[in-house]
């Protein structure tokens, strides 16, 4: 049915506590996520007895050999340690091999009070749980690194925040759940053994190849290998027009994938300075600041790692930094070759990448569209006029001079995606209706992001007020 192994608890008491998830009242599925299933081996009678699922992805019932932890860890909360933060919501029940024996975290989120809460209540709503199920789909097969989500169930419990609103327990899949805060929790505290064991764990689980090399700094090899994921990541973000809006270290997996979908939202019109988090009132997570923010928590990891890297200090922070210089030019090859896909081009002229961002900044494009509409324009003379009246001489030399590879555009420019008044109206229905018909629906066509499929359309229209105001909130 469903086999958990528990090797986090292998590391010692200081790196989580034991707690079971707090009962549910009347635990009802409302979505599961039988792919995701399927490709973790989860077998009958769980893939079938919608009552089981329910039992158990609400914390109700436990699975043989799950061991339930809330994990610790700290954070920088807006560019400000927090020593003391942990899963407050949440409950790691244990890791499962998939198919390939690949090993994820299976975790439940909203599950009750931990020894972390800090004064909450544990508890989630309905709204953040689908959000983030639906969201973390998304992502997936937009083929952003992403956790997964396995389930979301009712509680049949409200939840108190601004109002009353339904509870939900939504179940997180995840390469683990080791964080940049995780680090950052035992070299505050200079537990050099915690702090060693954590780098061993991580590089066995997450980047096993430093283990076969001969000689390096496995501390240094590991930093460099964890920069170049969250570069990656990023990337990605910005392909796709995503704003995760709270970058904080304790939000950010050392494995290099999205997690945490709690204010995030998609970026329309292009602007970087784009911000929708109703928190993040300085703009310090806006779109365009992303890539400054993974330079600033890498180096937030680099200082967690400098007892690890060197015993001299001096000599660690010149190692360190050795790394984290690279950071820049890393990033824009790998900016501008992502800008060059998105724009059918081999080899990327920046210029000309760079000046199509500026004309839609100026003139309030929208993100996804405009390079959707580059796209179609290559075998649609009406689209291609459109662009030449909107882009002007810029779309000539696009056209003439750099032979855009239509097929390269369609693999890296989506049709659809999760808008923001799309995902609001699908959050409202769901909660009305206690179901998750319009999650459903909306689910079908994000899973075919790249090529229209029946529904598609209903979903690609923007939003009538361009997001004014729209804000996002973190759901706890």
């Keep these: 049915m469903l086999t958990f192994s528990n090797t986090y608890q292998d590391l010692g008491d200081a790196f989580y506590q034991r707690i079971h998830p707090a009962a549910a009242s009347n635990p009802t599925l409302l979505l599961w996520n039988s792919a995701l299933a399927e490709r973790l081996a989860i077998a009958p ?81 309905l709204g953040p749980a689908l959000r983030e199920y639906i969201m973390s789909e998304a992502m ?19 939840v108190y925040r601004e109002e009353e609103k339904p509870g939900a327990v939504v179940t997180r899949v995840a390469a683990s759940h080791i964080r940049v805060g995780t680090f950052v929790y035992f070299a505050i505290r200079e537990d050099l053994q915690s702090l060693q064991a954590l780098l061993d764990h991580s590089v066995a689980r997450h980047y096993p190849e430093i283990n076969r090399q001969t000689d390096g700094n496995k501390a240094l090899l590991f930093l460099q290998a964890v920069i170049e994921q969250q570069i990656l990541l990023v990337i990605e973000w910005m ?78 922070v010149e ?19 992502m800008l060059g896909k998105k724009l059918g081009m081999a080899d990327t002229d920046s210029e000309l990448a760079t000046e199509l961002l500026q004309t839609m900044h100026r003139d309030k494009l929208d993100y996804t569209e405009t390079f959707l509409q580059l796209t179609q324009s290559l075998d649609n003379p009406d689209a291609a006029e459109h662009l030449s009246e909107k882009l002007g001489d810029w779309y000539k030399r696009w056209r003439d001079g750099s032979s855009p590879d239509q097929e390269l555009m369609k693999q890296n420019n989506p049709v659809v995606i999760p808008r923001n008044h799309h995902i609001e109206q699908v959050l409202a229905s769901c909660e009305a209706s206690g179901n998750a018909d319009a999650a459903k629906a909306i689910l079908a066509v994000l899973r075919s992001p790249y090529s229209a499929i029946a529904g598609t359309a209903h979903y690609q229209d923007l939003p009538v007020d361009a997001d004014a105001g729209y804000q996002t909130f973190c759901g706890t």
């Excluded at 899963?87 to 090993?103: N, T």
């Excluded at 097969?141 to 409200?158: K, M």
């Design 319 to 337: 190692l360190a930094e050795s790394i984290l210089k690279l950071f820049p030019e890393k990033f824009e090859q790998a900016y501008f070759s």
């Design 45 to 125: 009678p769980l893939t079938e007895d919608t009552d089981l699922q329910a039992r158990l992805f609400s914390g109700n019932q436990l699975v043989d050999g799950s061991d339930p932890i809330a994990l610790a860890y700290c954070g920088h909360q807006f560019g400000q340690l927090n020593p003391q933060l942990g899963d407050g919501r949440a409950h790691l029940l244990g890791e499962v091999l998939d198919r390939h024996q690949r090993r994820f975290d299976i975790q439940l989120k909203g599950s009750g009070r931990t020894p972390f809460s800090r004064g909450g209540d544990g508890r989630c709503a």
């Design 239 to 316: 392909r796709v027009g995503f704003i995760h809006g709270v970058m904080n270290t304790d939000n950010m997996a050392i494995s290099g994938e999205t997690i945490d979908y709690g204010p995030c939202a998609m970026m329309g019109a292009y602007d970087p300075a784009t911000v929708y988090s109703s928190i993040d009132t300085q703009g310090r997570y806006a779109f365009g600041n992303q890539p400054n923010i993974v330079r600033w928590n890498m180096t937030r990891l680099a200082e967690s790692l400098l007892t690890l890297i060197h015993p001299e200090q001096k000599k660690a």
């Design 140 to 158: 997936f097969f937009l083929g952003v690194p992403t956790s997964r989500c396995l389930a979301v169930v009712a509680t049949g419990d409200p």
